[in-house]
């Protein structure tokens, strides 16, 4: 494909009106009609843009096609308080729960909060609540009613009854915290608010920032609030940061691109051409009726920086053959016509980088990947047609082509002397050897990469963040975390108070217990337990689940009657939920391990032990799914590269020599991620397909102008130096283009866009480094000779 690739010589001959491919001659034929199409799509996609929002939505993060995920969707509406939900601390700085003053404030942000649009009212959960009951027995029977007493009026004696009221209920450590210096609000949401349309996070989270700093702000109370609505919020709130990135990042490519051609106009037109299809992208995103996420929004960065890299490309072209004597029509063309094929297969690689992230099955993902894709095609046509035809008419400055022409003659030298030396046989088979080395190491490194979080809170944010300061004082004030992993009992219908199941369930609760990370388990089991030692007069040794099923069946009734959460309403569905001290990989890897093993041997006809629901048990399947989708995403990827190579070079030889390369940095990438503590998850899994995806760029053109020259019949060592002169110094500012477009995300206050930043600043220079340095070496034991 790219073996037609020639070096210009001296004096390029004008191309004629009918030469070219077909292609070309309609491209050059109709300049003036293609920069009105161009005009035109970009006012009507730009316009697209008023419409596009940045948001998120829960069931998008969710692998929707894994088993664990359908058994949860399937028994969604029967899992009581398990769904999305925002969990909100209200403390008294001052004393302790039982100051009236402070519960008239408490009662008045419990109120705020219950009025929020997108709230499940029916199952909030607060002192403040009728939904929270306490119970116990008398000679009369059982009696009981809500924690707040219903006369309550701040009194010493109603005081005095709430506080009992608490302990009856059994609330503290879950509503109530352990020391008694706050009480938590457990709220509920609905996928939708009350107008039918899909629940706006980012509107949610604003309106509960507004309510803790109202009443924050009065000195009387401190609020902590965690929770997926309130996580999006202020990954949102972040992101609106990333205009300023995208500002600085784009006056950091700009000023290197300025350096090196020192032709502001032609500068300017790459700049342009990258930014409309910037603008492209996100017309098409909004017009597809899809938003931005804080994954997806971070693409347009890529875009503009794989725009300007291959924009690169196209002006180092023509500002040589301009600087050799040629007009500025002539030199786009021939510019056109030796790099379109090199170019449309380096974007037809981006490409693959990008859509092999569609085999992993969470929406969220996908959407990165359609949005991605659509920016890189974009680019085929503002960087591979559009900049040409400008720069047909705007050419550059006859001072900056003749500095570029002087450069590329003496290119011969220094570095490029050194690189060219790897052609020898003692530098080659150092430097493999070196590689050879790095790569064992890194591999053996690499095997440590856990998937999931590494760490407590949420690790999408920075350990100092107010999300995840909230999240240490919850978690060191209460027994159970907002980080909940429920296990799903069902049962034929009216069959989850049979004795066998309630047996089997607190079976696997004890063994749940005994894991590292599992601070406590809830049950119906364990209201069952409860309500027959209080039908006892608190006699201990009934502090057990009856044999009697009639006794079972009366306590089971008596839960129901108080709208207890661990059954569902046809009793055929009992969560066992687990409370964790985080969400580490490790952590929720033991309790799948042990609930698989549990559910193996104890799975039958009257009961079925089901993964999984609440936050851990999402987050937990979302972690098998990223680490079966991750090998496969690389298979993918390192195919789709391996045929576009060989299509490209005809050579199996030179297939292997480019793809080498983008190995060692894969492996690399993996063991720097072991080093800095990043683990393998949905924010990182995408950005090694990327970097093999983008990285193969280099190859392409290195290969391909090397290839030529030893076809023409130079030796291995003028070929790769004629190479060096070429296109070496283009590689190089590619390399460090594509660094400076995202290594400023390393400043953001969201921690997985500075993780990736790291990673694809890392993988974009150490690619374009081992090109320059492994394809002489390897070249010179796999291609001394070419046909």
């Not at 609540?129 to 809500?146: A, K, L, M, S, Y």
């Not at 992101?239 to 090196?260: D, E, H, K, T």
């Not at 170019?343 to 991605?372: N, S």
């Not at 391909?704 to 790769?720: T, W």
Request: net charge neutral.
């Amino acid at each position: 494909m790219m073996a037609s690739t020639t070096i210009p010589p001296a004096a390029p001959p004008a191309p004629t009106a009918g030469s070219g491919s077909l292609v070309e001659r309609l491209i050059f034929g109709h300049r003036a009609w293609i920069l009105l199409l161009c005009g035109l799509l970009s006012l009507f996609l730009g316009a697209q843009l008023r419409h596009l929002d940045i948001s998120a939505s829960y069931e998008k993060m969710l692998p929707q096609g894994h088993p664990y995920i359908r058994n949860y969707l399937e028994n969604r509406d029967k899992l009581r308080g398990l769904d999305d939900a925002v969990r909100i601390v209200v403390a008294n700085p001052k004393g302790d729960v039982f100051d009236p003053a402070w519960l008239d404030t408490m009662r008045q942000v419990n109120d705020e909060i219950y009025m929020l649009p997108g709230v499940d009212r029916t199952w909030m959960k607060s002192i403040w609540t009728p939904v929270v009951r306490w119970t116990e027995v008398t000679e009369e029977g059982f009696v009981g009613g809500p924690v707040m007493p219903v006369d309550y009026d701040g009194s010493p004696a109603a005081i005095a009854q709430l506080r009992q009221n608490i302990g009856r209920a059994g609330v503290i450590g879950s509503l109530v915290a352990t020391d008694f210096s706050s009480t938590m609000i457990v709220v509920p949401l609905r996928g939708t608010d009350a107008d039918g349309k899909a629940l706006d996070y980012h509107r949610l989270a604003t309106s509960l920032e507004q309510i803790r700093q109202k009443h924050e702000g009065t000195g009387k109370v401190g609020i902590q609030i965690v929770g997926f609505a309130k996580l999006v919020g202020d990954l949102i709130d972040g992101l609106m940061q990333v205009a300023m990135f995208f500002g600085v990042a784009a006056a950091i490519v700009a000023g290197v691109l300025l350096m090196y051609t020192r032709s502001l106009r032609s500068t300017l037109l790459v700049i342009a051409c990258s930014l409309v299809a910037v603008v492209w992208q996100l017309g098409a995103v909004s017009l597809l009726h899809y938003a931005l996420d804080p994954f997806s929004v971070l693409v347009p960065f890529l875009v503009f920086a794989i725009g300007v890299s291959h924009g690169a490309q196209k002006m180092n072209g023509i500002m040589q053959d301009i600087g050799r004597g040629l007009d500025k029509l002539s030199a786009a063309r021939l510019t056109f016509r030796r790099l379109f094929l090199a170019g449309l297969t380096a974007l037809l690689a981006d490409v693959v980088g990008f859509a092999v992230l569609m085999v992993v099955d969470i929406p969220v993902i996908r959407e990165l990947a359609l949005a991605a894709s659509l920016g890189v095609g974009a680019l085929i046509f503002t960087n591979l047609v559009l900049l040409p035809v400008l720069l047909s008419y705007v050419g550059v400055s006859e001072r900056s082509a003749r500095r570029s022409l002087d450069a590329q003659a003496g290119a011969g030298s220094g570095l490029a002397h050194v690189l060219q030396g790897l052609t020898r046989p003692r530098p080659a088979a150092t430097v493999v050897a070196a590689a050879l080395a790095l790569g064992v190491a890194g591999f053996v490194v690499s095997e440590r990469l856990q998937v999931g979080d590494l760490d407590a809170g949420a690790p999408e944010l920075r350990p100092d963040s107010r999300y995840n300061r909230d999240n240490a004082f919850i978690s060191a004030h209460y027994n159970t975390s907002s980080d909940v992993f429920a296990v799903i009992v069902r049962t034929p219908k009216e069959g989850c108070g049979s004795y066998e199941a309630l047996v089997e369930a607190d079976r696997l609760g004890w063994a749940l217990r005994q894991l590292p990370g599992v601070q406590t388990t809830a049950t119906l089991a364990d209201t069952v337990r409860a309500y027959t030692i209080g039908s006892f007069e608190g006699n201990p040794k009934w502090l057990t689940i009856p044999t009697s099923q009639d006794i079972v069946n009366s306590q089971v009734t008596n839960a129901g009657r108080w709208n207890s959460e661990f059954l569902s309403a046809d009793c055929s569905i009992v969560p066992l939920v687990a409370y964790l001290g985080d969400h580490r990989s490790a952590t929720l890897d033991r309790i799948v391990t042990t609930v698989s093993a549990f559910a193996a041997q104890h799975n039958g006809p009257e009961r079925e032990f089901l993964l999984a629901a609440g936050s851990a048990g999402i987050e937990a399947t979302t972690n098998i799914v990223v680490r079966e989708a991750n090998r496969r995403m690389l298979l993918y990827v390192y195919g789709a590269v391996i045929l576009l190579c060989a299509i490209t070079f005809r050579s199996w030889r030179a297939v292997v020599v480019a793809v080498l390369p983008l190995a060692l940095t894969s492996i690399l990438a993996e063991a720097l991620m072991v080093l800095l503590g990043i683990g393998l998850k949905v924010s990182t899994l995408p950005v090694v397909a990327l970097g093999v995806g983008i990285g193969v760029d280099y190859a392409l053109y290195l290969l391909s102008v090397q290839l030529a020259a030893q076809r023409q019949g130079l030796a291995l060592a003028e070929a790769y130096g004629r190479s060096l002169q070429f296109v070496g110094k283009i590689v190089a500012l590619v390399g460090v283009m594509l660094a400076l477009g995202v290594v400023t995300w390393v400043l953001s206050p969201i921690k997985f866009q500075a993780d990736m930043g790291i990673l694809l600043t890392f993988m974009f220079l150490w690619n374009m480094v081992g090109a320059l340095v492994l394809i002489p070496a390897l070249s010179h034991f796999l291609l001394r000779k070419v046909p």
